[in-house]
């Protein structure tokens, strides 16, 4: 495969610093939130970060599903990139180039676009305090936001990675820094 038929698409979402989630959303947002008994451990911002993870997986899907898009695949090499970029977060700042990175380093760096002959890729970053960290209220901010909600929903996408710092950020404690990692391969 040569370079040149290579494809590449980055997709970006703006960054929230610190999330009200609750604010905002819509009547159709409100539609495609699962309820609580669907996706166990949306709002205990207190479980391992592995449980919370997973609860938002739950929730990204539960969402797509209901706004006529397939599900995602979890990918390791995702995974791994969205663990990576929450500890750039975490040691760097909020941004999605902490750290002087490109913000697309970690998927490939994990090798999820090797030997791909297009891929596409998505990021979306939120943190907030308490109980505006929680999974259940960074889904409800990501779907207010517009280009959050465009990236979580795209149906392009196939794979994701979902990584999750708790603890202290941004001056204070309590706080949930996520980083969704979404893309495609020959896509």
């Known amino acids: ?17 610190t999330l009200f989630a609750a604010l905002g959303a819509t009547q159709s947002q409100a539609s495609i939130v699962a309820p609580g008994s669907a ?5 205990n911002q207190q479980a391992p970060e592995g449980k919370q993870e997973s609860a938002m997986r739950c929730l ?28 750039d977060l975490v040691e760097c700042g909020f941004s999605h180039t902490a750290c ?14 090797s030997g791909a002959s297009s891929w596409a890729l998505g990021e979306n970053l939120a ?9 259940r209220n960074i889904l409800k901010a990501w779907l207010a936001s517009a280009s959050h ?4 929903l795209n149906g392009s996408f196939e794979d994701l990675g979902i990584g999750l710092y708790r603890g202290s950020f941004g001056g204070g404690g309590d706080a949930g820094v996520w980083v969704l990692q979404v ?5």
């Open 183 to 187: 893309g495609c391969r020959g896509c």
């Open 1 to 17: 495969m040569s370079v040149g038929t290579r494809t590449r698409s980055l997709v970006l979402a703006g960054t929230i610093a």
């Open 60 to 87: 990204i899907d539960y969402a797509r599903s209901h706004s006529g898009v397939g599900g995602l695949d979890s990918s390791r090499a995702l995974e791994q990139a969205a663990g990576r970029k929450r500890k």
């Open 149 to 152: 909600r465009s990236t979580m």
């Open 127 to 135: 943190w907030g305090r308490s109980s505006n960290g929680s999974a």
């Open 100 to 113: 002087g990175r490109e913000s697309d380093l970690w998927p490939h760096e994990f090798g999820y676009t």
């Open 39 to 43: 996706c166990p451990g949306q709002q």
